[in-house]
């Protein structure tokens, strides 16, 4: 059956590797006959709890489009260990109750199947992908159980700007396609 799938890069840098691999992830859901796109959430302001509420317009937008989907793919570079500081933002507006004070409501990502993949360096991103990991939990999505996809970047990547995946990688990500994709049609 077709699903919605939300692909979410945690880079905003130009040409992002992570980026890249997000985009490989929609276009091979979309070969597979789901809906797949791309979050762009550059609008969304840094949480504080001073305008928290009432929420602005960006945060609100989000949460709607958010709602739309049945499945997340979050795909992060590793920053010092760890996911981004702006996907941590995103998640932490999205763990939050839609109405002031509603803290027992839940939130629009409660229960909501999600993975992780990441381009990194040496690591192949496993730090990230398991404090991800922890965090998906910690704010009651769904993650699948899985230790999700590390993509090594390969050297040549940072002279070209692309992100091409050799053979091995490229077998890797179909299969974990694969493997997300069973775990959402369950
Ligand atoms: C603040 C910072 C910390 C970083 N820490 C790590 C790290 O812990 N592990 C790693 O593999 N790469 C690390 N990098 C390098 C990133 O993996 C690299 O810049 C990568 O290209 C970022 O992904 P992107 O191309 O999707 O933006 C770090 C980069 C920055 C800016």
Redesign the pocket.
Known sequence: MSKKILVI?G?D?N?????QLAEQFVNAFKTQGHESALLDYADVPLLSQNNEYPTVEAVLNLRNTVKAYDAFLFVS?????SYTARLKNLIDWLSRPEVEGDAQAPTVINGKKAAIAS?????Y?K?VRKNLNELLAYTRMNPMEHEGLGIR?PVEAWQTGSLLLDQEQQEQFNEFVKIFVDYIEK
Not at 15 to 19: A, V, Y
Not at 119 to 123: E, F, G, K, L, P
């Open positions: 890069s880079s840098r040409g992002s590797f992570n980026t570079p590793e920053y010092n260990g381009a990194a360096n040496s690591t991103g730090f970047i």
